[in-house]
C-alpha cells in the first residue's frame, strides 16, 4: 500500500492541507485520481448507497459526474482528531436539463496510517437553484 501524505495524526496544517488536496481532487473530476486516495477495500457511505472498495468507488464517481455535469467542490475543514477528519462542503452542478443545484453536506473520514482513507460516510441535501443564484465558476 502507498503512503498518501500527509499522514495521521493529524495537526491542523495536515488536517488542512488534506482537505485541500481532496478538494483539488474531486474538481478534477478524474476518478482514478480520487479513487486512489482509499484504501482498496474503503467502505463508504453516500446518501443512500453503502458500499466497500475502490472498484465501487470508480463505479460510483463515473456515475455520479455522467448525472453531475460541471461539477464544482469547496470543502471546509470542521475538526480533526488523530486519524480523523470532519468536512462541510458545498457543491454546484447542473443535470441534462441544465436544471443547477447546489448541494451541502458533511462527511466524516477516518484514515489507515498510510494516509489513505479506509471510510468515508457522506450526509448531503440538494437544492435546485437557478444559474443565476450560482456561487462557482
Known amino acids: 500500500m502507498d503512503n498518501r501524505p500527509p499522514l495521521p495524526p493529524f495537526t491542523l496544517e495536515t488536517a488542512t492541507e488534506k482537505v485541500h488536496l481532496a478538494e483539488n481532487a474531486w ?3 478524474d ?6 486516495a482509499y484504501t482498496v477495500d474503503c467502505q463508504w457511505r453516500n ?14 464517481l463515473t456515475r455520479k459526474w455522467q448525472k453531475e455535469l460541471d461539477y464544482q467542490l469547496k470543502k471546509e475543514l470542521w475538526c480533526f482528531s488523530g486519524n480523523r477528519i470532519a468536512v462541510t462542503f458545498r457543491y454546484e452542478w447542473h443535470d441534462d436539463s441544465e436544471q443547477w443545484h447546489r448541494s451541502y453536506g458533511n462527511e466524516l473520514w477516518e484514515f489507515a496510517d498510510s494516509g489513505l482513507m479506509q471510510r468515508r460516510i457522506a450526509s448531503i441535501n ?3 437553484i437557478s444559474a443565476s443564484k450560482r456561487e462557482f465558476y
Open 31 to 36: 476518478t482514478i485520481t480520487v479513487a486512489n
Open 27 to 29: 474538481n478534477s473530476k
Open 126 to 128: 440538494d437544492k435546485p
Open 47 to 60: 446518501r443512500t448507497e453503502i458500499f466497500s472498495g475502490r472498484e465501487k468507488i470508480i463505479e460510483f
